[in-house]
């Protein structure tokens, strides 16, 4: 069971829950190769894309569903800028969960995603009590690498080779995690290196 969802944001971000009002901007995305250059699957129609909203709507409302997704907008506009998600892995007792984000093609290049990152990474800490926190990213996307490593400070676990297979051949990611021991060490170097103010923890 994952507790109850917090209200989290970040310099020129929020989040909020994701509902079925997000259609169009998600659809708008999903049918831009650039959002899926780094993701194993491909271009979705309209059709498919409300499909996959009410799926995450009824997941993320379920307390013993084990997952969550929220929107990402921006923190003055309100203009749509994505989607994260929070999935718990293994046994509630475990506290192991995965957590990523994914944004929309002109939200990205900007060092936003970098911030939403680390601020997804806390909250799994912080507000979800996790022992352990992954990230994976695409075999091929150097620049995820290189934050996941260099920036967040995050242990390389390993790559998954062939793990997927999609229109596009078989798809490998890198995995990266953070244990709950060194969190506190890495968030004060990470706060201060991408300039994110005091995590406070919010709920609601």
């Known amino acids: 069971m994952l507790p109850a969802k917090p209200n989290l944001s970040g310099p020129g971000f929020r989040f909020r829950a994701l509902s079925l009002d997000d259609h169009a901007d998600l659809a708008a995305a999903a049918a831009d190769q650039r959002y899926w250059q780094y993701l194993p699957e491909g271009p979705r ?12 709507v009824t997941i993320s409302s379920d307390a013993n569903g084990g997952q969550t ?37 002109d939200a990205q290049g900007q060092g936003l995603g970098t911030r939403i990152g680390w601020t997804l990474i806390r909250s799994a800490f912080v507000d979800f009590g996790m022992h352990h926190v ?7 996307n150097e620049m995820s690498c290189h934050i996941m490593r260099d920036v967040y400070g995050m ?23 953070v244990a709950a021991e060194d969190f506190p060490a ?6 201060e290196k991408l300039q994110i103010p005091g995590f406070e923890k919010n709920s609601g």
């Open 45 to 56: 129609t309209p059709d498919q894309v409300l499909a996959f909203l009410k799926d995450a």
């Open 69 to 105: 997704w929220w929107a990402i907008e921006h923190s003055d506009s309100r203009r749509f800028l994505g989607t994260a998600n929070l999935k718990r892995i293994g046994a509630p007792e475990d506290k192991v969960c995965s957590v990523g984000c994914t944004l929309v093609p």
């Open 134 to 140: 992954e990230c994976t990213c695409a075999e091929g």
């Open 155 to 177: 242990t390389y676990d390993g790559l998954r080779r062939a793990q997927k297979k999609t229109p596009r051949g078989w798809w490998s990611s890198h995995v990266f995690g």
């Open 186 to 191: 890495l968030d004060a170097k990470v706060s």
